[in-house]
């Protein structure tokens, strides 16, 4: 189909027909994904609503109908009609709930726009809506954009203003929420706990989550699932929405005085410090799922990984990492990190990633950070010796910097303390501020030192840190970091970069545009990361998801855990070790070597397999499935993270399997059941077939085994 574009001379409706309208609707359009329709209608030359989000309607499905259909009625204390809850909900037309735009002229003055439709066009995967305020000289575009591979919608929203304005809170295009669900999930978190479920039960009001920190956050993932009532991680009905920003959003879901629920995303107010005659929303991510939170997890898990994220060598397996950090902190001594190297890269480490403490005067984290070069009291002839010889062990090498810090007691910071942001009596996270990202002598600045690193020495990737929120939310400067990772990627194409923020503080499909891999938790505690791991799957493919085996006695926690454990844990996800590794036992090195060598064995399909969080009828267990693309095998991790109310394990159901497909099903660490587990139950010795349908239905009975592990099941379709 070709593009077409309508303009408003060719409907009937005038500008101006507003309330009364409703029973001339005159634009409709739909987006179809194969999974889920998305209709929009508007009375005359209103803003759209979106009367009808699901399952796949008709082809020949009539708009006008649904949009008819969807009106609600009016009863005694309500006006005569119902205000649209529009993809812009404003103001001016009666709207009872928060209105998806609030600004200012630039006198100061209050700007109430009322949007009149101007045009619209349409292609097969893509509906771009123009509408216009004739009298504040404001143009609004809504873009929607379907993805028939990963079935999510990307929606996004731009205000143009004739003269500058000011802009204090505006809206992605705003979704109804479902009034099936009862309940709403979103993201809470701290350091070393990060990716916890909120669940909030729907009542009249409003939730707002508003995240003023101007970094994505630990406490604040901008994401939201609405569950219908019933669904469960592979079953029901399920909406999945995520802001694609690094800045710090604003969510709210709030329930009007007649019943109608809306959603609304975008940047945390007032973060647009200046008058402009252009904004943007971040993209906001939507998706329908028929089955389940797995639906929504499935879809951002692919659209993530294939649309979003660029990758810098397609086809090359993710290798497997060794990080330093946890083993030797700020106290860089070259033999000693030769030692380390030696031992990671016989563990079967593929890259080494050397942290913080190698520029500067680096001993703590008080000082040097701005001041990217190599510290010559530890590294007397440079970084050559070392790379080297990581090379020779067959690694690659990734650095660590922390490009947007300042710590007063920094060279930059002597010659231009103008360049922090924020004010000089200002609270220090960590010891530092961040510098102003908004001026571009700032950029030019760190982008000079961090290219002559890059030029200087063979380095394939770089740990990129942001330790502290900032003085306060500020646009300019997440556009800012954006611009200069841009700049250095496209200078320096094959390095990789990992978004780390003291663990998972900058995690969204902003960041992840631009980088290849999250540092998911400071916590390197398995039993912390299985939880987190499982809840942060909702959105995050195993490709991007770093999780690494720490050491025996966790420095985050304080709990100590069998390597077996340690080792699958971070094995689910983009594995790696980050521990002294001349801590360990020469039984300790077998088992992670054997797990390793497992993992890298797979990972040429594990990579691209959908994560699905499995139904457990035992809240100590934590399950997942890995389900190859091609759906023919699949890994389930079954972990136990408490002790069991009941005495034997109950069954584990999978999903997604094909019922009438016989699976042969092997338990991969059958030999570690403790002797406590006495039983004989089959999967103890050897590999089962089994059908799909009951895979699926009646589970796996799993042996009896201790809190703290995991069992770890293949399977193969035959
Ligand atoms: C915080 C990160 O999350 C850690 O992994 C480590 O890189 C330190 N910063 C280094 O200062």
Redesign the pocket.
């Known amino acids: 189909m070709s593009d077409h574009f309508d303009h408003a001379e060719a409907h009937a409706s005038p500008v101006g027909d507003l309330m009364g309208a409703a029973d001339k609707p005159s634009h409709f359009w739909r987006l179809d994904d194969g999974r889920q329709t998305l209709v929009l209608g508007a009375c005359g030359a209103r803003l759209p609503e979106v009367v009808y989000w699901g399952p796949p309607l008709p082809g020949d499905a009539d708009l006008s109908v649904l949009h008819a259909a969807h009106a609600i009625d009016v009863t005694g204390g309500m006006l005569d009609a119902n205000p649209d809850l529009s993809i812009l909900p404003e103001a001016t037309r009666s709207f009872p709930g928060q209105p998806g735009l609030i600004l200012r002229d630039g006198d100061g003055t209050p700007l109430l726009p009322k949007f009149c439709f101007k045009a619209a066009r349409q292609s097969d995967d893509a509906l771009e809506l123009v509408y216009e305020d004739t009298e504040s000289l404001l143009t609004y575009t809504a873009t929607f954009t379907t993805n028939r591979h990963t079935r999510v919608i990307t929606a996004k929203a731009v205000l143009d203003a004739a003269h500058p304005v000011h802009l204090h809170w505006f809206a992605a295009p705003v979704l109804p929420a479902s009034q099936q669900s009862d309940e709403m999930i979103d993201f809470a978190g701290r350091w070393c706990g990060e990716f916890q479920l909120n669940k909030t039960p729907w009542s009249a009001g409003m939730r707002y989550r508003e995240n003023r920190t101007g970094r994505t956050g630990h406490e604040h993932f901008p994401g939201l699932i609405l569950p219908e009532r019933g669904a469960t991680n592979t079953q029901g009905q399920a909406f999945g929405f995520h802001y694609g920003w690094s800045g710090g959003h604003k969510m709210i879901a709030e329930e009007l005085p007649d019943g109608r629920r809306q959603i609304q995303f975008g940047h945390a107010a007032r973060m647009e410090h200046a008058a402009s005659k252009r904004f943007e929303t971040a993209p906001l991510y939507i998706t329908y799922s028929v089955d389940g939170l797995n639906g929504c997890a499935v879809a951002f898990q692919r659209h993530l990984r294939d649309e979003i994220v660029t990758w810098t060598e397609t086809g090359r397996p993710r290798p497997v990492h060794y990080n330093c950090?946890e083993a030797v902190y700020f106290d860089h001594k070259l033999p000693v990190l030769r030692e380390i190297a030696e031992r990671a890269a016989g563990l079967g480490a593929e890259r080494f990633v050397l942290?913080?403490g190698w520029f500067g005067q680096r001993d703590d984290?008080t000082t040097s950070l701005s001041d990217w070069e190599v510290d010559p009291r530890k590294y007397p002839e440079g970084l050559g010796p070392l790379i080297d010889h990581v090379h020779k062990l067959g690694m690659t090498f990734g650095i660590?910097f922390e490009p947007e810090m300042i710590n007063e007691d920094s060279d930059l910071h002597r010659a231009h303390p103008d360049w922090a942001l924020g004010s000089e009596d200002q609270t220090l996270g960590r010891q530092q501020k961040a510098l102003n990202m908004s001026l571009p002598e700032v950029r030019a600045f760190i982008y000079d030192r961090m290219a002559a690193i890059l030029t200087q020495y063979p380095i394939d990737y770089i740990?990129w840190?942001h330790?502290r929120v900032l003085p306060m939310p500020d646009a300019a400067q997440t556009r800012g970091s954006y611009a200069l990772i841009d700049r250095l990627r496209a200078a320096f194409p094959q390095v990789e970069i990992e978004s780390?923020a003291?663990?998972g503080g900058r995690i969204d499909f902003g960041i992840l545009s631009r980088t290849q891999r999250v540092?998911l938790s400071?916590s390197n505690d398995a039993l912390e990361r299985l939880k987190m791991q499982h809840n942060a799957a909702l959105f995050l493919p195993m490709a991007v998801t770093g999780s690494h085996v720490g050491p025996r006695r966790c420095h985050t926690s304080g709990r100590t855990l069998d390597i077996a454990f340690r080792a699958w844990v971070a094995a689910q996800r983009h594995m790696g070790f980050e521990m002294d590794p001349r801590e360990l036992t020469e039984e300790e090195a077998t088992v992670l070597r054997e797990v390793t060598s497992w993992w890298k064995h797979n990972r040429v399909w594990t990579e691209t397999a959908d994560i699905l969080r499995l139904d457990s009828p035992d809240p100590a267990v934590i399950a997942e499935q890995q389900l190859s693309q091609d759906q023919t095998r699949f890994v389930a991790f079954i972990g136990k993270a408490g002790t069991s109310a009941q005495i034997t394990p109950r069954p584990v159901r999978l999903t997604r399997l094909e019922a009438d497909a016989n699976y042969e099903v092997t338990l991969v660490n059958r030999h570690s059941a403790p002797t406590l587990s006495r039983g004989a139950p089959a999967l103890k010795d050897g590999p089962l077939v089994l059908s799909g349908a009951y895979l699926m239905a009646h589970g796996l009975t799993l042996p009896w085994s201790f809190p703290e592990t995991m069992w770890v099941l293949e399977g193969k379709r035959l």
């Open positions: 950090w942290d913080d984290d660590w740990k840190d330790n780390c003291s663990g540092w400071d």
